[in-house]
């Protein structure tokens, strides 16, 4: 059956898989102290324009947002993220796991705006008694957001001087980073984000990888003896090659953006089959992420051909759906999509 | 240069790239759901001959034990391990991390004395003092240990016994678990190990995955809501596929055992090999990690023509090395050690 | 100067100071096991109507909140609490320091409604990816809230109840508990406070003791070794007869109820004073805690004369203060408030 | 019954009860921001002859403790303490909960001998793999020791230029501090253990006050923002001023050191007692805890007539027990133990 469930159905994309095998039985340095996880960030370092900054891979978001998190705050501080943020919602209590509290705090389609953020941090060292609550240590975006949506560069800008104005880092989540890029209405590069951005990561999992986030401390500001750091929280990978050879081929001849370029492709054009048979949306995003609107009966008889997520419920008679496209969807599948739709 | 630096040099065995080639495209549920992680957790059931285990996979040998540890512990109790265990030493304090003390008692060349163990245990409920003590809640041993020597099922089941008699579980850290099994001194099967332990994990990483450990729990007592315990610890992939299909093949055709003995027969030659230079073990095993004493100058010289690893210092003028085989050591290689020997 | 900052400026209740003299020489045994601390739990039971429930002694609010909600909670779950909660604004984190989170909920005036408790589980439940999300594992609830304001036992009832269908237990922050119940809209007895709370803390610190908060388990559900839970959170008095001596003075002859009666009746005169002024109330509660809006200028006026606390800005010209009675106001307090009052 | 059985049987030393008394209706500010915590601070950088200290209460020794090291540890850091420190042993845990692992070395009557100390970094350093593993982030000693051992002025200067040239703290347990200051064998100023520790305390519980322990900061090095990790961690007493006034009280007219010398004459004339009686010391210390060889039926019987306690057992025929004097131990009690003793 077709499927539209995540960005994260299929393995890799071949040239990953090719080059694992062509340099399977090279034997390297585990720990990521390998050549081509060396290589793989320095390419990263170029693409981003910031030859100051330092990468490090990590197996999967949750963890990435776990471990970077966890090791940049202080004791007494917390981070500020959107209610709808993946940390606040959709990671099992992974940062309070490590001790911090996520301060979370108001959204519009998943984005914080500026004068929220400012004016909570403002209210904050405003309260007298504010030694007894916890310190904004970092605030956490992603981009994409969870719903699909797009911060502004303008926006961007005005995060990230509140964030310095406070000196604290401004850390985005970039699990969907090459769907946000790539998406027509994205009005920002790479190395303008790392610029604005403390520490960000460039998803590998959503974007053609097996496993893999590398992460960008763009300002020397990656932790002190950071390996030990990952090593305690169980994320670091004996066979760090594994990362290292993934990344080196996403950031050769511009696959990463090449694929992500598809995606975004594929989910104009799944958009356009949901308009042209005149259905609803809950937020139409300029992403890989749909959410659409199906009457409950409708939903039921779409599920048997076509394979898509629950979003939530939407009215007693009505559901959000989402559809997602990613590197691998293919134009079969939305062929298989559009006929699917014809018959509700 | 060849590498006998460690059993995690090379990729994975080339069936494994085969199989996750051939089901790349395949859309897959994640986190774990999908077909080839059911079926391989099926394999393993039938191969511990324990059908009504709990079988789960993870990434990496510290995070298997930090979330089999943490997520099994009970608030007040701590984990007993030799003052040697891998969890003891070179995990940069995973299981504190997680809140638990790590109870480090005497071991034999890595092997706790199940006397020891007893005694321990009874000297703890004998002080009246114990209540503002940690209590012991669990033993993790480790098959093989950290310097390569084995339990004897009759110590295991001593080890068991007295487990069982507190009511606390029994954990083995099976990271190199085949290189044990396959050991000629070996004289335990896998069903015995599945009995006599009540949670132990099949290590992947180390015999010919890319990454990926297999925790059996042996007595339905594996933690409620497992996954979400996972998840809050960063631990859960996204694509559980990569770890479902590796082991998938590892427990197709026997693979696990075929390529687990192959490391015994290297290790087996390679020892040979030292004894036929007249060199001194630091502790010659019965599996795949071999110690030995090289006087300082030797091993500069050797090391310009062959990879191993710095185990610690034996006096002055002498220092412990380690040489591992793996899966992925072949014959040339120990013939590129031989002449390497010879020239010393 | 007069005083209404906050019901802990003053010692404790001289009849505290007297026994603790009284019995200061006599040799005791230490960490709770005393006989002071032994009556005092037994006294407590019996005014609970509550001859099954086990009664332990911890120093402070934020400690106990953090060493019951950890200690009852699973590895899973986290604690739902109203956004305005203790344990959710002014504890620094100290849950989550626990590794738990605050899944924090609407209120209003502090308070929790059933529905919204109700609903909010529910919808844990139906979300098909709540595996991916921190369970609900107790409910927490203050009372009197931190404005001072009351559940109805309607109100109780059915708080309970959700908990009970979800078998997950309710937890009532009791620091200014005998505030609550003298309160003249209090229509619950101890009795039921302790039949609907599955565990919950009668405090001392705020009402006549130097320290001091007596947390009752209600149903046989008290922690396993809660003791060396405790010791490990730091929070095990070597001195505990300061804890028992205390309580066991506090609920003899009723003293408890009636100091908490003096500051209820305090409280009542202090508000009739800011009426008589025709002051705007901000929040009148029927408790010891009363929000007054004060014109900036009136405010810095008035705090040359008498203390009390910010509590937060309500426009540009007005503050929101606080005034709180305790069992140490005196008349000539109200008095010299009375004469500053009308000098404004 | 007399009692030897520990230092904390008995309430506070009279005068502390007057002064809380004499001041228990001021209205002060909370959490330690009264006029008595000043002042007593100030009295305490004084005796210190450290007028850079910072100092700080807590209420009890094993939170001292785990607030201290947690909040001065780094992320990748534990803490070194000899095997049988208070710390490794009987706080339940209390530093693992915080997250960080407590690096036990061997010790020689409770004292780590700064060669020891000094051997366990190199070899850190010197491993190869040492980023996998805890890094020595501070030293933990208690003077007096566990058993009531004192540190050379000469070994404390070599501890402290360990821990120097390694740039990590020294971190004094000073639970007893009195008693290992008032004994004859102390070659030792107070100024001079502030000079050499970074960080130590001085010990309220066990010397006189009902509760709290003074944490003086001797290097400008108190943790940024303290009151707010000491707050996250449930040990910011509401009522700071039962602290303030306590530690007023002990270091004024010299109380602390008059009442730590009474407690060593009466331990000196309690090993005379047992000498007298030719009965055989485990371990005589020059401190306030002496550790005596009993057959088991003298023990027995003993017990019927004095309070001591269990420390380990000796041999099959014989128990090592503790009996300890302290600031409240009277010259009664002594003949009373005589008595007892020409009975045995």
């Known amino acids: 059956m077709v499927s539209f469930e995540s960005d994260y159905i299929a393995g890799a994309h071949p040239e990953i898989l090719r080059r694992l095998t062509e340099t399977n039985l090279e034997a390297l340095t585990g720990y990521g102290a390998d050549f081509y996880s060396e290589r793989a960030k320095e390419k990263i370092k170029k693409v981003c324009g910031c030859p100051e900054a330092e990468v490090e891979f990590l197996v999967g978001g949750t963890q990435t947002n776990s471990v970077v998190i966890s090791s940049m705050l202080k004791d007494y501080e917390g981070v500020i993220a959107a209610r709808t943020g ?57 981009y994409p957001t969870e719903y699909g949506t797009l911060y502004t560069k303008k926006e961007l800008k005005e995060l990230s001087a509140v964030c310095r104005f406070r000196h604290i880092p401004l850390f985005v989540d970039g699990a969907r980073l090459g769907y946000g890029l790539m998406s027509p209405d994205c009005d920002l590069t790479l190395p303008e984000l790392a610029e604005l951005a403390d520490v960000f990561y460039i998803g590998g999992t959503k974007v053609g990888a097996l496993c893999g986030e590398a992460v960008v401390f763009t300002k020397q500001n990656k932790p002190c003896h950071f390996l030990t750091s990952v090593k305690r929280r169980g994320a670091l990978l004996a066979k760090g090659r594994l990362l290292g050879i993934q990344f080196d081929t996403l950031f050769s001849d511009d696959l990463y953006f090449e694929i992500s370029r598809h995606a975004i492709k594929m989910a104009e054009a799944l958009k356009k089959l949901f308009h042209e048979q005149g259905m609803h949306f809950y937020l139409e995003s300029p992403t890989n992420q749909q959410f659409i609107i199906l009457e409950n009966g409708q939903m039921e008889r779409l599920k048997e051909r076509v394979a898509f997520s629950f979003w939530e419920k939407y009215d007693d008679s009505h559901t959000v759906v989402r559809f997602a496209t990613s590197w691998s969807t293919r134009k079969e599948d939305l062929a298989a999509l559009k006929e699917a739709l014809e018959m509700l």
Chains 1, 2, 3, 4 share one sequence.
């Open 86 to 142: 993946h940390v606040s919602t959709h990671e099992a209590g992974a940062i309070e796991f490590t001790g911090h509290k996520v301060l979370e705090i108001p959204h519009t389609d998943g984005k914080i705006a500026p004068d929220t953020l400012k004016n909570y941090i403002d209210d904050f060292y405003a309260d007298g008694n504010h030694e007894h609550m916890v310190f904004p240590g970092m605030v956490y975006i992603s």
